[in-house]
């Protein structure tokens, strides 16, 4: 069944569409928790750890989220500073590495819940025996620091297609982690839906043929989100 991209779709017609999809992908970063301000914690520990005079207050880290990927983000904001001789890949990449361990550390020591509504969709979708899959521009690292304590050590085996960053050449906008998914569930992206919080992420489903419910987030809560099938506060107010 092909989804129709039909703006403020009503809650009982999008809750169809959710039921009838061949599967529903989830992006993970804001849309399943909100893990950013730990992910913003995480890269000014690591600057501290590694010599590096920065500090990301959250209006800078909202407009470096414009930006999909840690590594993109650092070079986007070395970038933007216009003083000194710019960060090597090496460093970057080290940087990157850093805040990874820092993100897995803050993650098991304060923990982040799963946001409104999201277990009960997932446990829904399990039920009625639809395949979900995840799409993201965050590594695998992360993801499991994420849902190993939530979900279980063995949260991979829910998901019949998980693709990450470091699985594509492009990260979103660009389409492919959803090409990609699509390519494992062997699914056409009209017959899924796509569940994600960001301009970025609306614009990789929507260009590998994926509809998009919107669920709004911390950093992104006031973007308009033209094209999406519907745009809601949280999952919760589907009543699944």
Known sequence: ????????????????RIADAGALIFDVDGTLAE?????????????????????????????????????????????MRR???PLSDAIIARLHRVKTERFAALMADKGCPLRPGVRALLDAAIGRGQRI??????????IDALLAPVLGQDWETMFAAVVAADDVARKKPAPDVYIEVLSQLDLPGASCLAIEDSGNGLMAATRAGVPVLITRSLYFHDDIFDGALAVLDDLSELGV
């Open 1 to 16: 069944m092909s989804l129709a991209l039909v703006k403020n779709a009503p809650l009982d017609d999008l809750k169809r």
């Open 35 to 79: 893990t950013e301000e730990l992910h913003r914690e995480a890269f000014n520990e690591a600057f501290v750890a590694t010599g590096i005079d920065w500090h990301w207050g959250r209006r800078v880290y909202k407009e470096l989220l414009r930006v999909a990927g840690g590594k993109e983000r650092i070079r986007a904001f070395d970038q």
């Open 133 to 142: 899959a995840i799409a993201t521009t965050t590594t695998r690292v992360n």
């Open 83 to 85: 003083t000194g001789p």
